[in-house]
């Protein structure tokens, strides 16, 4: 009885080392025998051999389901990949001459972003002669890291990019 299995692991009769340690079903160790032998032992049973590891000497392969265990292995994947968190730069854009109530709803914005574990890009556009006064553009920026230093750390300093200028706020690790 020959099954089709795809080519993620080496099953059955795609094994074709000379010798495997082999391991029964309930995870007790059967000893090293030939790959035929282990093969047929597994057939057997109704189940499939399956190489665990091919590191080792002789290469470890345990006698299972394989399909269960192909479900098993996905669905352990599947849950990994749903519980990482992947982190968004958001940006959050202002002139240096912001009202306070303006300035304050920018805090709040930022604030969110980095509570929800994002980065945060604040920027400070100058137009015209405001390029003039790019020390009050990196004093207002000074103010915003100070007013969110407890939920945020420094990644870049403020620094200019042409017409604008630009720090960028990481999450503290504790949240």
Do not use: W
């Not at 345990?62 to 990482?84: C, L, P, V």
Request: proline share 3%.
């Amino acid at each position: 009885m020959k099954k089709k299995y795809d080519n993620e692991f080496l099953v059955n009769e795609s094994i074709n080392y000379p010798q495997v340690r082999l391991i029964d079903s309930s995870g007790k160790q059967l000893g090293i025998h030939s790959s035929n032998v282990a093969i047929n032992l597994a057939l057997e049973q109704g189940l499939d051999l399956v190489v665990i590891s091919d590191k080792s000497d002789p290469p470890v392969c345990k006698i299972i389901d394989y399909g269960k265990y192909k479900f098993s292995q996905e669905k352990k994947a599947k849950e990994a990949k749903r519980k990482q968190h992947t982190t968004v730069l958001k940006e959050v854009k202002m002139r240096y001459k912001i009202e306070s109530h303006d300035y304050q709803v920018r805090i709040n914005q930022a604030l969110r972003f980095l509570q929800s574990g994002d980065k945060v890009k604040a920027t400070i556009i100058l137009k015209g002669r405001e390029v003039q006064h790019t020390d009050l553009a990196i004093e207002l920026l000074n103010k915003m890291a100070n007013d969110l230093k407890d939920t945020s750390n420094i990644q870049q300093l403020p620094t200019k990019d042409g017409r604008s200028i630009i720090m960028i706020l990481t999450p503290n690790k504790k949240q």
